[in-house]
């Protein structure tokens, strides 16, 4: 996809330029826009047909600040224990050595046991070290340290692939502690030569590193003794180039031996810690070359805003893009969204041996987005047909199903003691087996209505957020909230987010959600299709809870009810209102008294049951009782479900190319 043209411009927009800061500082000219966002000022072209500046993204890229720093910080901590309990280890088998007595033999079970005593005392010591290491300010340091000193921790390495004016990498780099390096890349020449002058424009300067520069290599190519050190020079870079290309240049992981390097291969360039991906559109072209170029723990941050295919408005480009087929006109066709886009990373992942870890995911506005962390983990490979579901979806009403595609005890209970317990304690079976459809839970059709189903899918049914990371990161807006802005140890937040408070309200909400069911109903829906009046959202969560079920909110839909109640039960708690509640008679028409509604399975000129007589004559199973327990629905002081974030708000129509050009030339002639 990139061609050496693609290269030479490349080394061409890197070169010195001849303007000075001074100058970039100037007055912008009449073409353009001054804008200032976070700790940047950026100059953007005021036509509709260029690189543009949205500012509703601006809450994407406040979160990607946050989650990104948060990360730098979990990643620091995560290798000063790796070394320490390498270091505590290596200390305690020495000392036991010394005073072990010669000859002296043990048995497995004494052998066992004294493994045990090492790995407690090993636990037992980092635990104790680590509490006084100041992890912020280590990982402050990491930015600065050398990238080959293998006694240090290096600094973040960050690609921005489809950067466009490059605000979003500026506000990584002075805003995000331990970012060593930052690529800056974009197809678009235009795009790269007004992030070098929004660089210059920010005093950056001294901070660019020319794209062509050589990676630092401290192995020779045939000294097979230690593996080749390849590194990324410190600061800015910026770079015209094909993102898919950039990222699959950096597939080739660091730890390979020079020797089994072939002369292409030589020109691999190291892997990085954090990729970004936000395309105008789908993110799906990108993602096999992302997967591959992030290092094992790692962190992607992917942006898609195609959610008239994701969000089933156009099924056949959704399933040509994801493999995965959405419902259409579904109440829950954010989370669904969001469940696609993470079952095709975890699908591109699994061809390399590899599994994703979600740690946010998250609606917002007209777009969706992810963070999760990649591994080389052969184990979860293993276990991904666990994570991955079918939807059942009756076509009469919003009853639904989510079944797994695949079985295992063993892998079940690991992934969730509490949800696949062993209370017979016996040796759970290790053996992969089918899922099962609605049938083999005894509804062959829709209990409900007597309805088909229609099938969706494959999803993601697995957790969408780590919650340790998400209470983190509330518990730093809520202290950063009180001191101007800025987390008052130094860790990220370091610079004022604009939208701190839609961010609290949206993570709050995050936080409040089961982890373990997948998509929810919404209230008005059911109560819509029985012609009720809408049960009071308390009343209706109290009814769930008194009956012993879980129930929680989605941060997206207000009239989200997310439980683990089954459809009957749900449909019970309407049915349970309705007596009291009477919903109003609809009208049928002539047509629909005779059976000619499209639909209906009655015989011709026959008269059948509407929806909503289906559902109440059925047969109440559960004692529904609407009483609101004491502090029940007491929540935490947040914005939930923020308005609009401007008027008019929604995606920008896409930058064109012819006149791209003429905006630099006209910017040019004014200076």
């Known amino acids: 996809m990139s061609t050496t043209k693609d290269n030479e411009t490349a080394k061409t927009t890197t070169t010195t330029t001849t303007t000075t800061t001074a100058e970039a500082a100037s007055a912008p000219p009449t073409t353009h826009q001054l804008i200032t966002e976070g700790s940047i000022t950026m100059l953007y072209p005021q036509s509709e047909n260029s690189v543009f500046y949205n500012p509703v993204q601006i809450q994407n890229r406040d979160l990607s600040i946050l989650m990104i720093g948060m990360y730098a910080q979990r990643r620091v901590e995560k290798r000063w224990e790796q070394r320490r309990r390498k270091e505590v280890r290596r200390e305690l088998i020495e000392a036991n050595a010394r005073t072990a007595t010669t000859g002296e033999t043990m048995t497995k079970e004494e052998r066992k046991e004294r493994n045990a005593r090492l790995e407690k005392e090993i636990e037992e010591r980092v635990r104790n070290d680590k509490a006084s290491v100041d992890f912020v300010a280590l990982t402050k340091q990491s930015a600065q340290n050398d990238a080959a000193d293998e006694s240090s921790i290096p600094g973040l390495t960050v690609l921005d692939a489809l950067a466009a004016s490059g605000l979003r990498s500026l506000r990584y780099w002075k805003e995000v502690p331990g970012v060593r390096t930052v690529v800056v890349n974009d197809l678009d020449p235009v795009a790269i030569e007004l992030a070098q002058q929004n660089v210059l424009r920010n005093g950056l300067v001294d901070s660019l590193v020319p794209a062509d520069t050589p990676q630092n290599n401290t192995a020779d190519m045939h000294d097979d003794k230690q593996p080749s050190s390849l590194r990324r020079p410190k600061g800015i870079v910026l770079q015209v180039g094909d993102a898919a290309h950039e990222m699959y240049l950096s597939r080739l992981p660091p730890d390979s031996y020079p020797s089994q390097r072939s002369v292409a291969q030589r020109l691999q360039k190291p892997q990085y810690d954090v990729i970004d991906l936000d395309p105008y559109g789908s993110a799906s072209p990108f993602l096999d070359a992302a997967i591959q170029a992030v290092v094992s723990g790692g962190m992607l941050a992917i942006t898609c805003t195609d959610m008239a295919a994701l969000g089933g408005s156009h099924p056949e480009t959704c399933y040509g893009r994801y493999a995965s087929f959405p419902v259409q006109r579904a109440g829950y066709l954010q989370e669904l969204a969001l469940r696609i886009l993470l079952y095709q990373l975890s699908v591109v992942a699994g061809r390399y041996g590899r599994s994703i870890r979600p740690v946010l995911s998250v609606g917002m506005a007209f777009y969706c987005r992810v963070f999760v962390e990649v591994y080389d983990d052969k184990a979860g490979v293993n276990n991904l047909s666990l994570m991955h579901g079918h ?139 029985v012609n009720s009046c809408t049960i009071p959202m308390l009343s209706f969560r109290a009814a769930l809870v008194n009956a012993g079920y879980r129930v929680s909110a989605y941060h997206k839909e207000p009239q989200a009810v997310k439980t683990d109640a089954p459809n009957h039960v749900v449909w019970d708690v309407v049915r349970a209102w309705c007596k009291d509640h009477p919903p109003n008679i609809r009208k049928e028409s002539k047509r629909h008294k005779k059976g000619e509604e499209p639909g209906s399975n009655a015989p011709p000129n026959q008269p059948h049951l509407d929806i909503a007589t289906k559902i109440l004559s059925n047969e109440m199973k559960t004692e529904v009782d609407f009483t609101i327990p004491k502090g029940f629905g007491v929540k935490r002081k947040a914005r939930r479900y923020a308005g609009n974030p401007e008027a008019h708000w929604g995606p920008k129509k896409a930058a064109s190319g012819k006149n791209k050009r003429k905006l630099v030339d006209d910017h040019e002639a004014d200076r």
């Open 391 to 529: 939807l059942f979806q009756s076509t009469q009403c919003s009853s639904f199903h989510v079944t797994p595609i695949g079985t295992n005890e063993l892998g079940n209970h690991q992934l969730d003691p509490e949800k696949y317990p062993n209370p017979s304690n016996r040796k759970l079976s290790n053996v992969y087996k089918n899922g099962r459809g609605p049938c083999d839970l005894g509804e062959p059709v829709c209990r409900e209505t007597g309805a088909s189903y229609k099938i969706g899918g494959p999803l993601w049914i697995g957790p969408l957020h780590d919650f340790d990371v998400v209470n983190d990161a509330i518990a730093r807006l809520e202290a950063a909230q009180n001191n101007e802005g800025v987390e008052p140890s130094g860790a990220s937040p370091v610079f004022p987010l604009h939208t701190a408070t839609t961010l609290h309200g949206l993570l709050v909400s995050v936080s409040e959600e089961l982890p373990d069911v997948p998509l929810f109903h919404t209230l008005t829906a059911l109560c819509s299709a």
